[in-house]
């Protein structure tokens, strides 16, 4: 990830390499390095294929570039609004709110439970959320590369409420997948409408959706392609899959609907507009805004309501990677998600800040905000399988990250996504490997060689032998928790 080495220290500042375009290693001055973590929808427990797309790499690489010396911020939260909540909620007889505090709760117990070190884990209901998704919303329309627009909305016709466009499926028109969703196919990965689908279905209920005339708000993507495309020509480091997808989507880019018909969610800040109780902004919009709300509320906790700059105003406007004399931008981003969110971390986030920078075709300026730093790059990881079948709570093929930590040490699992993790390609987690890794290599290889480095000096330097000096080092003692190997009969 953007050719990171190792930390060296000269006259005690921090420094890392980098790969240079000629191949060489520059040394850097220390950065400050925001860790944008991807934001676990607020309807349920995290299971192990989650958390191997976004949780461990995310805080693998933030301890890392910790202990190398930079300065990092590691956010996320839970992402709660939106159709699916709702009809959740009415599901199980409660509000959309209970139900997001509900699983709030439970996620963060699943992700403390692995370890994961954030510096803030949010919420997308809090009211600096709100405030900031409609700062950008409002920058954006003044730099108009938001638009209003009349569109044909997918609506239940047992319900009557808005059928998000993840929640149709149909064929593509484009390659003929039969399993594409409204918004794209993920065979071909165009963008879509759910209009676009052929033989459409709700997936909630089975039922043929009805499309009716509605006025909306859309994110005029097209305004935006140059500026996207010169961006992701930088981009040269981003792993090949990544970067070849986010190229292709240039090539169609269409005007993309940011509110919808719907009751729970962000308010239109617009006049005419924020008091219509039925309009609300789409959730793909003022979720993927929270990792902005996150740095902000982070810097208002932390006492000095500016620091959130420091990691999203660099002095390039871009948060590139500075040159080996350490001029240029010093802040960099890293994005941590799931392959089936590229599109919102490549593209229309991209597209957002820019929008908002007023750096697109129809030019503009920057809101109160100032100029918004672009992703460094985008990491995105494969699909974790499970035995040859993918995970699917609905179908019971599913291990919960918290039924996983009543058995075995966070650590066992943390390692397995570390060593065997779908980083390039997709990974399939079975049982017999799960042990094999535990046992063959925690244990017995890492586990050992550390109990070997921590006993042999205590063996040869005895109590007679330690320095008296205050403030010298305690003599190690022997770790209290050690990683377990694991049975086969447990392994099931």
């Not at 409420?161 to 990965?189: F, H, K, M, W």
């Not at 009751?263 to 008091?275: A, F, K, S, T």
């Not at 998600?337 to 007023?358: E, R, T």
Request: overall charge negative; some cysteine.
């Amino acid at each position: 990830m953007g050719g990171a080495v190792d930390p060296v220290r000269r006259a005690g500042t921090p420094y890392w390499f980098a790969a240079a375009p000629d191949g060489s290693l520059g040394l850097l001055l220390m950065s400050h390095v925001l860790a944008a973590v991807a934001w676990p929808y607020a309807n349920g427990p995290r299971h192990i294929g989650h958390v191997s797309g976004f949780g461990v790499p995310s805080d693998v690489f933030a301890r890392y570039m910790r202990m190398a010396g930079h300065d990092v911020l590691m956010v996320s939260g839970t992402d709660e609004h939106g159709t699916p909540i709702q009809v959740q909620a009415d599901a199980d007889g409660v509000t959309p709110r209970e139900l997001a505090d509900r699983y709030n709760r439970v996620i963060v117990e699943d992700l403390h439970g692995l370890g994961l070190s954030y510096d803030l884990f949010t919420r997308t209901t809090t009211r600096n959320h709100y405030a900031v998704v409609q700062e950008l919303f409002e920058g954006m329309y003044r730099n108009g590369y938001i638009v209003p627009k009349t569109t044909m909305g997918a609506i239940s016709p047992s319900t009557g409420r808005t059928l998000p466009d993840r929640y149709i499926e149909g064929t593509c028109p484009i390659c003929g997948y039969d399993s594409a969703r409204g918004d794209q196919c993920d065979n071909c990965g165009n963008q879509l409408d759910p209009i676009d689908l052929i033989d459409p279905k709700s997936r909630i209920n089975g039922e043929t959706p009805k499309f009716v005339e509605t006025e909306h708000f859309f994110l005029d993507l097209p305004a935006l392609a140059e500026v996207l495309r010169q961006w992701l020509d930088t981009r040269d480091g981003w792993r090949p899959n990544v970067l070849r997808f986010s190229r292709n989507l240039l090539d169609d880019l269409q005007p993309r609907a940011i509110t919808r018909d719907l009751e729970w969610g962000v308010p239109i800040p617009l006049d005419g507009w924020r008091d219509r109780p039925d309009k609300r902004i789409y959730v793909w919009f003022d979720a993927v805004i929270g990792y902005l709300s996150a740095s902000i509320e982070w810097a208002r906790r932390s006492g000095d309501p500016e620091a959130w700059r420091k990691y999203w105003n660099s002095k390039d406007g871009e948060g590139s990677v500075p040159s080996a004399d350490g001029v240029g931008g010093d802040a960099r981003s890293y994005y941590f998600m799931g392959k089936d969110n590229i599109v919102f971390h490549s593209v229309i986030w991209p597209a957002l800040l820019s929008g908002y920078s007023g750096e697109g075709s129809r030019d503009g300026e920057p809101g109160e905000l100032g100029r918004l730093n672009l992703p460094t790059e985008v990491v995105s990881s494969e699909y974790l399988t499970m035995e040859g079948r993918k995970f699917s709570s609905s179908r019971k093929v599913v291990i919960y990250v918290r039924d996983f930590l009543e058995r075995y040490d966070a650590d066992a699992l943390r390692y397995f996504i570390a060593a065997a993790g779908p980083e390039s390609n997709d990974t399939d987690f079975t049982w017999a490997e799960f042990l094999r890794r535990n046992n063959d290599e925690l244990v017995a290889g890492w586990g050992n060689l550390v109990n070997r480095s921590v006993s042999m000096p205590r063996r040869t330097s005895g109590p007679s032998r330690r320095s008296t000096r205050p403030g010298s080092p305690r003599p190690t003692r022997r770790c209290s928790r050690w990683p377990a190997p694991v049975s086969a009969r447990s392994a099931t």
